[in-house]
């Protein structure tokens, strides 16, 4: 049974830096796709960035040039550094293992596995 574990969330102010990790059970990092979703009170969950295994990524345009996704297949754990935090991107943060197109979100039924999810705030 693969597990996913979110660490590093937190409270910053607004151009502030936070860097999360996930840390998987097995192999899981070498042979999935990995991503981070998002989901803010009341609204959807969303795909924030995905890596391939190969590492190819994908960002969600709210997120290009200020998150960068990262993973270790040594320590089986996916990282997202955020850089100039924006109050917007307050919302519980998940790490995401699945199969299928690596650099395409997938719907939230779609993903094999979550995590617990780690809380981002940010504030102004």
């Known amino acids: 049974q693969v597990q996913l574990v979110e660490s590093g969330g937190g409270s910053v102010q607004a151009g502030g830096s936070l860097r999360l990790a996930c840390a998987a059970s097995?192999?899981?990092?070498?042979?999935?796709?990995m991503g981070w979703f998002r989901q803010a009170p009341g609204k959807e969950r969303e795909g924030v960035a995905t890596i391939s295994v190969g590492g190819s990524t994908r960002y969600a345009d709210s997120v290009k040039g200020r998150f960068t996704i990262s993973k270790d297949n040594a320590k089986n754990t996916l990282y997202l550094q955020m850089n100039s935090l924006k109050p917007e991107d307050s919302a519980m943060y998940y790490c995401?293992?699945?199969?299928?197109?690596?650099?395409?979100?997938?719907?939230?039924?779609?993903?094999?596995?979550w995590g617990q999810g780690t809380q981002v705030t940010v504030s102004s």
């Open positions: 995401a293992a699945f199969v299928g197109v690596c650099t395409v979100f997938p719907p939230e039924r779609a993903v094999n596995y």
């Open positions: 097995e192999s899981t990092v070498r042979i999935y796709c």
